[in-house]
């Protein structure tokens, strides 16, 4: 059974910083990438930063280029979303997922690429 854990969400005020964690069990980790994505209350689910497997490509949403960095420690089977500069429009629930099939060469940034998917953490961003 493929879990998803996340941890770092929490409520910051405007210009603060956050780190959020993703913990993957029950697949090989290294072998997939992993992506972040965040749902404001009553909008679609939208994608934020993505990492291959092997680190060597990542993606960022043009709201959060500059600001947030995504990165992965593949003997901890975990990736982490370093989330800086906060702004209120980044209010949301905050999402990790693991990619639909391994060793993708560019990451993917709809939902439809990934298969699994975390329980989701709340991020506050309060001016």
């Known amino acids: 059974q493929v879990q998803l854990v996340e941890s770092g969400g929490g409520w910051v005020q405007v210009g603060g910083s956050l780190r959020l964690s993703c913990t993957v069990s029950?697949?090989?980790?290294?072998?997939?990438?992993m992506a972040w994505f965040r749902q404001a209350p009553g909008q679609e689910r939208d994608f934020v930063s993505a990492?291959?497997?092997?680190?060597?490509?990542?993606r960022y949403a043009d709201s959060v280029k500059g600001r947030f960095t995504i990165s992965r420690d593949n003997e901890r089977n975990t990736a982490f979303l370093e989330m800086n500069r906060l702004k209120p429009e980044d209010t949301a629930v905050y999402y990790c997922a693991s990619d639909t099939r391994p060793w993708r060469r560019s990451p993917a940034t709809a939902t439809a690429d990934y298969e699994y998917w975390g329980q989701g953490t709340q991020v506050t961003v309060s001016s």
């Open positions: 990492i291959t497997w092997n680190t060597y490509g990542t």
């Open positions: 029950g697949r090989t980790f290294s072998n997939y990438a």
